[in-house]
C-alpha cells in the first residue's frame, strides 16, 4: 500500500511518500522535483552498507551526479565538527545552491544533514530517506535540523524544510528491535495528544515490542497515522510558535534524561518513553488527567517493550537543573505538554517543582 | 531628519529606522517590539569602546537585561569557531527562544551575530545596529547571515531577518577615511543598478571621498535611497531566486579579489569597486553598456577614492578559477550582472572567458 501526505506551510509544501521498495524508485522521486544534477548522499556506516548502493544506483539511474558521505554512527557525533567535515565535503564537490543533500539514515544523520544543507550557501535543496521508525514518523518532518551542544540537545540549529520524505517500510526489517521500540515511543505519543483512534488500534494489537509479529496492517497505520499526525500540527505552526509545543509531550524530562545519560544509556524514544510516564503522573497530581487513563498509557508503553522507570542513579536534582537550560524554557519557567485525555494535551508553564520532584521520586 | 524604510517580506516585516542620535533611543525601539527581556550585545573592541556603553545604557533604560560579547575585530575572525563562541556565551547566559543578540557594529559583526541568531535555538530575535556606511546601506538589510569557509567568503549561513536596523548615521564620523569610502563603493552599485538619481546626486556633488566635506543633505540622500533600494530589491526576492541577483553587480570579480588576497589587504568595498570597473568592460565588450557611461562610473569610483586597478600581482588565471567556487555559480557557469544603462542591469551567464581574461588583463 502506498499513500502520500501533504505538508502545507506558508511558503513551501512537501510530500511525505510511504511505499514499499521506495528506496529504488529515490531518483524517479527526484527527477520530478526539478533539482540541480548534483546530489550528496550523506549516511552512516551501517545504513550506507545495508542500502546505499541501492540508493546510488536509483539516483544514477535517474542521471543524477551523485557523491557520498559517511558520517560516524551515533549522536555522540552529532556535533558542529561532523557538520564542518559535510562543509568540506560540499565544497570538494562543488554542490552550487541548486544541489541536493539526501539524508539516508535515522534522525541524527537527518538532524545533521538538513543543519548542513540549512546552512551551505544560506540554504540548498535537502530529501529524508529515514530509515529508523522514529526518524519516519517523526524527525524527518518539520524541517527541524540541528546539532548538540556540549551541555544540550539540538541547542544549535535551524528550520529548513525538505523537498521530500520518502519512507520505505520494508528498510525496517534491518532496524534493531530496541531501536523499533523506541520508534514506537513516539508513536504512543501521537496517540496521546492528538490521534485516540491510533491509540485504540495500539491497544488492540497483542504484541507492540517486536517489528515481525505485528499485523503489517496496523505498520501501515502507526506510519501513516503518525505521519498525519505531524504533518498536521507541523503545517499549522512550523516554527513552533504555539501548536506545535504539544509534540514535546515526554520530552521535558526525556531531554534531561537524555542530557544526563550522556545521550548514549537511553535511546530518545526511551527518554520519552520515561518522560510522559512522567508528565502523565504530573497530570494526575495536577488534578488534570484520570489515574486510570494514565494507566492505559504506561500498559502500553510497557507492551511496547519501553522504560516506564528513571534509569538507576540518575540524581533528581540533577534532572530539576538541566531542565532549566533546555529550548523550552520560557522567561525561566519550565513548560510542561499534559494530557487531559486520550487524544488531547495542554501545555502549561505553572508546574510547581516539588510536584516534579515527588513524582520523579516514586520513579 | 528622520526616515523610517519598511521591509516587507512573506513572513515578516521590519523597519530601517534612520535617525541621527538614535543609538541612545535603541532601547526604546526594541521596546515596541515585545521582545523577551535577555539581550546578548556582540560588538567588536574598538566600536564597543566607542559605542558600548551608550548602547547598553539605553537597553538598561528600558528594563532589558543585557549581557555582551566582544568578537574580535576582522574579516579573519568571521568563522565558525567565533560562532561556538557566541554560541557559549548564549548558552551562559541562558539565552531563549523570546532572547535577542544585537550586533553593534559593522558587517563582520553584523553576519556573525545573525548567523549565531539565526542558529541557536533554531532562531532566535535579531537586531543590527550598522556602524559602518557598508553595513548601514548593504550589510544589514535582507537577512543575509554567515561566516567564511577558509576557502571561500560567506559559504556558510543562513537567511535570518532582522527584527529592527537602526541606523545612526551620527556613528559615521568616527568611521576611517578608507571604510567610509569602501562604503560609497556599494551606493554607487545601486546607483548603477537601481537608481538613476542616486547616481546622479552622487555626481554632482564636488567630494566623495571624505564624509566631513559632503553636504549632510547628500549623506542623508544616501543613506536614505540606497536603503530603499536595498529594501525594494529584497522584498521582491527574499531568498535570491531571482531579482536580488543584481546586487551582486561588481562582486564576482569583487569576491575573487578578496578569497585571493586572503580578506585583508583589499576591503570589500574597494574589491567591489574593482569588480564593478572589471564588469563595465566586460558589458562594453559584449556591446551591452556604452563606453561613455562606464566612464561616468569610473569617475564616480574614482571620486569616492576607490580603486579602479586590480591589486599588483595578483593573478589572472587564479581569479578565473576561483570564480569558479563562488556561491553564485550554477550549473558550472558564472554569473555576471552587468549594465545596459544606468540605474539598469541585466544577469547573464553568457560571459566567455576569453572576455574576462582580456578584461583583466588591461585592469
Known amino acids: 500500500m502506498a ?3 501533504k505538508v502545507n506551510l506558508p511558503q513551501q509544501f512537501y510530500d511525505i511518500a510511504i511505499a514499499p521498495g521506495s528506496l529504488d524508485q529515490l531518483g524517479e522521486y527526484m527527477t520530478s522535483l526539478h533539482l540541480g544534477k548534483k546530489v550528496l548522499l550523506v549516511s552512516n556506516p551501517v545504513i550506507f552498507q545495508l542500502y546505499g548502493e541501492r540508493a546510488i544506483a536509483s539516483l544514477k539511474a535517474a542521471s543524477f551526479e551523485v557523491a557520498s558521505y559517511i558520517l560516524p ?5 552529532k556535533t558542529l565538527a561532523s557538520i564542518e567535515n559535510l562543509y568540506n565535503t560540499a565544497l570538494e564537490n562543488r554542490l552550487e545552491r541548486s544541489a541536493t543533500m539526501v539524508a539516508l539514515g535515522g534522525g541524527v544523520i537527518g ?18 530517506v529515514p530509515t ?4 519516519m514518523i517523526d524527525a524527518a518532518i518539520g524541517g527541524k535540523t540541528g546539532v548538540n551542544h556540549p551541555q544540550g540537545k539540538n541547542l544549535i540549529g535551524a528550520f529548513h524544510q525538505p523537498r521530500l520524505v520518502l519512507i520505505d517500510p520494508d528498510v525496517l526489517q534491518t532496524l534493531p528491535t530496541r531501536e523499533f521500540r523506541a520508534g514506537m515511543a513516539e508513536v504512543i505519543k501521537y496517540g496521546v495528544i492528538w490521534d485516540a483512534q491510533l491509540f485504540a488500534e495500539l491497544e488492540a494489537s497483542q504484541c507492540l515490542d517486536e517489528m515481525g509479529y505485528i499485523h503489517s496492517e496496523l505498520i501501515d497505520s502507526i506510519l501513516t497515522r503518525s505521519c498525519q499526525a505531524k504533518a498536521d500540527v507541523v503545517s499549522k505552526d512550523e516554527k513552533e510558535a504555539g501548536l506545535r509545543a504539544i509534540l514535546n509531550y515526554g520530552h521535558t524530562i526525556g531531554h534531561a534524561v537524555e542530557s544526563l545519560t550522556g ?8 527518554a520519552v518513553a520515561i518522560g510522559m510516564v512522567a508528565a502523565g503522573q504530573i497530570a494526575v497530581e495536577l488534578g488534570m488527567w484520570t489515574q486510570q487513563e494514565t494507566q492505559r498509557q504506561d500498559a502500553l508503553i510497557e507492551k511496547a517493550g519501553l522504560p ?5 542513579g540518575l540524581d533528581i536534582e540533577a534532572i530539576i537543573e538541566a531542565l532549566q537550560i533546555d529550548k523550552k524554557v ?3 519557567k519550565v513548560r510542561f505538554v ?17 510536584i516534579i520532584r515527588q513524582v520523579l521520586v516514586r520513579m
Chains 1, 2 share one sequence.
Open 308 to 312: 516506564t522507570k528513571l534509569p538507576a
Open 263 to 270: 545521550y548514549t544509556q537511553v535511546l530518545h524514544g526511551e
Open 330 to 332: 520560557k522567561a525561566g
Open 111 to 128: 538532524d545533521m544533514t538538513g543543519f548542513a544543507a540549512a546552512t551551505w550557501l544560506r540554504g540548498i535543496n535537502f530529501i529524508q
Open 338 to 354: 499534559l494530557p487531559t485525555q486520550i487524544g488531547a494535551v495542554t501545555v502549561t508553564d505553572q508546574v510547581p517543582a516539588d
Open 73 to 77: 554512527d551515533g549522536e555522540h557525533y
Open 3 to 5: 499513500s502520500v501526505i
Open 132 to 135: 529508523t521508525l522514529l526518524a
